[in-house]
């Protein structure tokens, strides 16, 4: 009898295992699928954190090259601000020199205008000097008082055409040598020792050259005769001649008379030669 009892248990769970099976199997596939989804969303999470954290190295690094570049551009700008604040400085500075010297030069340049002015005025006084030298008529040869008559009585003073002719001739070969050589002697007068000083003007391409030539007395002989050549130069009046004659025509020179020619030859080349002056 004990084998005829049924178990209704037993049955039901026979018919309920298959259902069960499946339950836990679509159980056991959610877990896994929960499971993958879970290890991809924390590998995704993880590699999200690497991935913003090297892009925030990077955003960082290049933050900090831009701040450097900024600051390497600032500091040239200053450094080239400095530079023109010290160029600025200079060029003010020799501003001022300019300035100062161009007032100088000013000054200068009124200074030798009106030593121009006072050179030309002494060379028109000089060009006038020889103009009248040329013009003047000789001095007439003294006549003695004896050979003077009356005029009023109709009667000619005795040699008086003939010495008219001489100091015409006498003009005309002072002339002539005056148009070969440029010499003009403007005058001549007697010093305190008695010496004639001859006051006499040498012209040429290089200009005019002003001088007293001194016959010194008391020579034993004619050729030992002494002559003293004194230039009257002024430093304003003769500034290009004096850059242009030889040192030896500037000063006081002692000569007999046997070298007169050669000095005067000397005189005329000096003054009649072309010279180049080169540039220091």
Same mark, same amino acid.
């Given at each position: 009898?004990?084998?005829?009892?049924?178990?209704?248990?037993?049955?039901?769970?026979?018919?309920?295992?298959?259902?069960?099976?499946?339950?836990?199997?679509?159980?056991?596939?959610?877990?896994?699928?929960?499971?993958?989804?879970?290890?991809?969303?924390?590998?995704?999470?993880?590699?999200?954190?690497?991935?913003?954290?090297?892009?925030?190295?990077?955003?960082?690094?290049?933050?900090?090259?831009?701040?450097?570049?900024?600051?390497?551009?600032?500091?040239?700008?200053?450094?080239?601000?400095?530079?023109?604040?010290?160029?600025? *400085? %200079?060029?003010?500075?020799?501003? /001022? +020199? #300019?300035? @100062?010297?161009?007032?100088? =030069?000013?000054?200068?340049?009124?200074? !030798?205008?009106?030593?121009?002015?006072?050179?030309?005025?002494?060379?028109?006084?000089?060009?006038?000097?020889?103009?009248?030298?040329?013009?003047?008529?000789?001095?007439?040869?003294?006549?003695?008082?004896?050979?003077?008559?009356?005029?009023?009585?109709?009667?000619?003073?005795?040699? *008086? %055409?003939?010495?008219?002719?001489? /100091? +015409? #001739?006498? @003009?005309?070969?002072?002339? =002539?040598?005056?148009?070969?050589?440029? !010499?003009?002697?403007?005058?001549?007068?007697?010093?305190?020792?008695?010496?004639?000083?001859?006051?006499?003007?040498?012209?040429?391409?290089?200009?005019?050259?002003?001088?007293?030539?001194?016959?010194?007395?008391?020579?034993?002989?004619?050729?030992?005769?002494?002559?003293?050549?004194?230039?009257?130069?002024?430093?304003?009046?003769?500034?290009?001649?004096?850059?242009?004659?030889?040192?030896?025509?500037?000063?006081?020179?002692?000569?007999?008379?046997?070298?007169?020619?050669?000095?005067?030859?000397?005189?005329?080349?000096?003054?009649?030669?072309?010279?180049?002056?080169?540039?220091?």
């Amino acid at each position: 009898m004990s084998n005829g009892i049924r178990r209704t248990g037993s049955v039901s769970d026979s018919e309920r295992d298959p259902v069960l099976r499946r339950k836990v199997g679509d159980l056991t596939r959610k877990l896994d699928a929960m499971t993958l989804k879970y290890d991809t969303l924390k590998e995704t999470a993880s590699l999200g954190k690497e991935s913003n954290f090297e892009q925030l190295r990077k955003s960082t690094e290049q933050i900090a090259k831009d701040q450097d570049a900024v600051i390497k551009a600032l500091k040239q700008q200053n450094s080239e601000l400095q530079s023109r604040t010290s160029d600025l *400085a %200079a060029v003010k500075k020799e501003l /001022a +020199q #300019l300035s @100062k010297e161009n007032a100088r =030069l000013n000054t200068e340049n009124k200074k !030798l205008a009106d030593s121009l002015a006072a050179a030309q005025g002494e060379s028109k006084t000089l060009s006038n000097k020889l103009a009248a030298a040329r013009a003047a008529p000789p001095e007439p040869k003294n006549v003695p008082g004896s050979a003077i008559k009356n005029r009023s009585n109709g009667v000619v003073l005795p040699g *008086a %055409a003939e010495t008219a002719k001489e /100091a +015409q #001739l006498a @003009k005309q070969k002072i002339d =002539l040598y005056s148009d070969l050589t440029n !010499l003009v002697v403007l005058g001549m007068k007697r010093n305190e020792h008695e010496e004639d000083v001859y006051d006499c003007l040498q012209t040429g391409r290089n200009g005019t050259l002003h001088f007293h030539l001194t016959v010194v007395s008391g020579s034993d002989s004619y050729e030992d005769t002494e002559f003293i050549y004194q230039p009257l130069l002024n430093e304003q009046r003769d500034k290009e001649l004096l850059d242009l004659l030889p040192d030896y025509l500037t000063e006081e020179i002692y000569f007999p008379r046997g070298q007169a020619a050669k000095f005067y030859c000397k005189v005329v080349d000096s003054m009649s030669k072309r010279i180049v002056l080169e540039d220091e």
